[in-house]
C-alpha cells in the first residue's frame, strides 16, 4: 500500500512539473556599476511579489526575438529570446486616463537618464519640474526611448522608477515603469530600434 502511494506520488509530481507554463526560472540580477548599487541603495524596495518578478519563461507572444511586448491588462513585460523562450518582467502601466497601446520602435537607451516632463503633464501637475538623473528622479535607472511609425518621440518610455511598490499597479502617466534591477537587466539585452508592441 505504501509503494503504490509513493509511486502514485512520484507520479503526480512528474506530471505537475511537466505541465507547460506551471514552473518558471528565476535569472540571475545583471552586473550593476558602483554607481548603480549606490543609487539603488536609496530606493528602498519592497518585497517581491512574485506574480511581477522577473522569469525566464516559454514565450507566450508569438513575436520575433529582439521584440519587447507589453501586456497592460496583465502589468507584464516580456522581452522575447530565441527558441520561443522570454524574460517576463513585472511593470507598471499607464491608469486609465493616460495609458496607450500600439507599435513603436526603440530609439535610444539612456543610463540615470535626467527627466524632463512635457508640457502637458507640467500643466497637469505644475509641481513636476525637470530632474537631474538620480535616485530621486522617477525615471530610474534606466530609460528606453520609444519613436513612432514616423520617427517621432512618442513621448513615451520604458523606465526605472523611484516607486517600486507600485509594480503590478495602473498607476503612471503612459509610461511603462520596471524595478531599477529589472530595467538595467532589459536596458542590457535590448538592441536599439528593438520593436516595442504595447497591448
Not at 502514485?8 to 526560472?25: H, I, K, N
Not at 548599487?37 to 507572444?61: C, G, H, N, Q, S
Request: aromatic share 8%; hydrophobic share 40%.
Amino acid at each position: 500500500m505504501q509503494r503504490r502511494r509513493l509511486a502514485l506520488a512520484f507520479v503526480l509530481t512528474g506530471a505537475v512539473l511537466a505541465l507547460p507554463g506551471c514552473l518558471y526560472r528565476a535569472t540571475p540580477d545583471p552586473d550593476l556599476s558602483a554607481k548603480d548599487k549606490e543609487w539603488m541603495a536609496m530606493v528602498p524596495e519592497p518585497e517581491i511579489d512574485r506574480r511581477f518578478a522577473r522569469y525566464l519563461i516559454e514565450d507566450p507572444t508569438g513575436e520575433a526575438p529582439g521584440t519587447i511586448v507589453v501586456e497592460t491588462k496583465e502589468r507584464q513585460l516580456y522581452y522575447v529570446l530565441p527558441d520561443r523562450k522570454a524574460i517576463r518582467y513585472g511593470v507598471t502601466v499607464g491608469d486609465e486616463a493616460y495609458g496607450w497601446s500600439g507599435t513603436a520602435r526603440l530609439f535610444r537607451k539612456a543610463v540615470w537618464p535626467d527627466w524632463h516632463p512635457p508640457a502637458e503633464m507640467i500643466k497637469r501637475w505644475p509641481h513636476v519640474h525637470a530632474m537631474q538623473g538620480g535616485p530621486a528622479n522617477p525615471l530610474g535607472a534606466r530609460a528606453l526611448y520609444l519613436a513612432d511609425g514616423t520617427g517621432k518621440d512618442t513621448l513615451y518610455r520604458i523606465h526605472g522608477t523611484n516607486e517600486p511598490e507600485r509594480i503590478g499597479q495602473a498607476a503612471s502617466s503612459g509610461c511603462i515603469r520596471m524595478r531599477n534591477i529589472d530595467v538595467v537587466d532589459l536596458y542590457n539585452r535590448v538592441g536599439t530600434d528593438a520593436t516595442v508592441i504595447v497591448r
